[in-house]
Nanobody
Framework: VQLQASGGGLVQPGGSLRLSCLVS????????IGWFRQAPGKEREWVSC??????YYADSVKGRFAISRDDAANTVWLQMNSLKPEETAVYYC??????????????????WGQGTLVTVSS
């Protein structure tokens, strides 16, 4: 499985961006896909997860970020609204490549994309 994240860029505080994660090598359905981010000098943190069933979000992004997927396009989206400067980071998408993996069962993300840089600054 290969994943390619894109859509990052420079945005002002309070602005929006939509990231995309193109998955190749297998179809999206029946696998958990997650978004993570890593800010300069900080550890990587989980942001959101989508699979068959509910979607999940870190508390820090609930109500502002929305994850969705288009199985036909093999793409997962992360809509990010009301962005804050402290959310400047490299954003990564990742997949749990075990068939039937779901977010609520503690996915083990073992395939990662290359990351896309999001800079929130005026």
């Amino acid at each position: 499985v290969q994943l390619q994240a894109s859509g990052g860029g420079l945005v002002q505080p309070g602005g929006s961006l939509r990231l995309s994660c193109l998955v190749s090598g297998r179809t999206l359905d029946h696998y958990a896909i997650g978004w993570f981010r890593q800010a300069p000098g900080k550890e990587r943190e989980w942001v959101s997860c989508i699979s068959d069933g509910p979607t999940y979000y870190a508390d820090s992004v609930k109500g502002r970020f929305a994850i969705s997927r288009d199985d036909a396009a093999n793409t997962v989206w992360l809509q990010m609204n009301s962005l804050k400067p402290e959310e400047t980071a490299v954003y990564y998408c990742a997949a749990d490549t075990r068939y039937g993996s779901i977010c609520e069962a503690g996915p083990q993300f073992d395939s990662w994309g290359q990351g896309t840089l999001v800079t929130v600054s005026s």
